[in-house]
Nanobody, 121 residues
């Protein structure tokens, strides 16, 4: 059974930074790509960032590219999303996800419960 537990969400002022973490339980964390999605009020869930099993490749949504950084620590079974230069448009519930292979193709198979990020303008 795979469990993904996010932490680090909260309230931050526009222009500020926040660091989200995701702790994964279950076997073979290092064998799968990981990622983050978000859902803002009244909007559809959208892709934010993803990282391959070994951290060698990453992918970002255009809206966060250059401001957000995804990383992972396979020894600790964690994936992190460092967010900077936050704007009100980044307000959303952020979800940690696990993909079905070493690469971030297809739909994620596992989702965390989400953590709220609120950016005050």
């Amino acid at each position: 059974q795979v469990q993904l537990v996010e932490s680090g969400g909260g309230l931050v002022q526009a222009g500020g930074s926040l660091r989200l973490s995701c702790a994964a339980s279950g076997r073979s964390f290092s064998g799968y790509a990981m990622g983050w999605f978000r859902q803002a009020p009244g909007k559809e869930r959208e892709f934010v960032a993803a990282i391959t099993w070994d951290g060698a490749m990453t992918n970002y949504a255009d809206s966060v590219n250059g401001r957000f950084t995804i990383s992972r620590d396979n020894a600790k079974n964690t994936v992190t999303l460092q967010m900077a230069s936050l704007t009100h448009e980044d307000t959303a519930v952020y979800y940690c996800v696990r993909y079905g292979s070493i690469y971030y193709n297809g739909d994620p198979g596992y989702w965390g419960q989400g953590t709220q990020v609120t950016v005050s303008s």
